[in-house]
């Protein structure tokens, strides 16, 4: 669980390095067409070339490690009911690299894959959410655990 977590806090970091080195604020969360063709237009070409790398690089191995972070809270914290409630995490890591692809296909001018995005996002957007709260009451419960055991060791 570590290792996933400190990657994923890596690269958090690192695409805010990349959007502030570049000047650009990335389409991820972004799923009204309109909003994304303008967005898109309004960035330069090399702004599009280092989106588009930063997509196939680091938002690649973004979603696995963010998801297997997920998807070890859930299953460590939640017993029996722990790959039920990793499902939105291990779900969302394909709906994350879609994503991705289509993103991809977006800023190299490829509009036909804007109907792809459209849907990816949101569903992207709704499977993270959940994770992350799922995640996040699993990390209560284990810091919580984590304490009982403390202080039963102290007695």
């Given at each position: 669980l570590w290792f996933t977590f400190i990657l994923t806090l890596f690269l958090t970091a690192a695409f805010v390095v990349v959007m502030q080195v570049w000047q650009f604020n990335v389409?991820?969360?972004m799923y009204i067409a309109a909003d994304i063709k303008a967005h898109i237009a309004a960035m330069s070409p090399k702004q599009r070339t280092v989106h588009a790398w930063t997509?196939?690089?680091?938002d690649v191995a973004y979603p696995l490690c963010y998801g297997a972070f997920f998807i070890g809270v859930a299953l460590k914290s939640f017993g029996r009911?722990?790959?039920?409630?990793?499902?939105?995490?291990?779900l969302v890591?394909?709906?994350?690299?879609?994503?991705g692809f289509s993103q991809?296909?977006?800023?190299?001018?490829?509009?036909?894959?804007?109907?792809?995005?459209?849907?990816?996002?949101?569903?992207?957007?709704?499977?993270?959410?959940?994770?992350?709260v799922i995640a996040l009451i699993g990390l209560?419960?284990?810091?919580?655990k984590f304490l009982k055991n403390r202080v039963a060791a102290q007695k």
């Open positions: 389409i991820d969360e997509t196939g690089t680091l009911f722990g790959f039920v409630l990793a499902l939105p995490s291990l890591i394909p709906v994350d690299l879609t994503e991809i296909m977006l800023l190299g001018g490829r509009d036909e894959y804007m109907g792809l995005k459209v849907i990816a996002t949101p569903l992207k957007l709704g499977l993270f959410g959940l994770g992350l209560a419960l284990m810091f919580f």
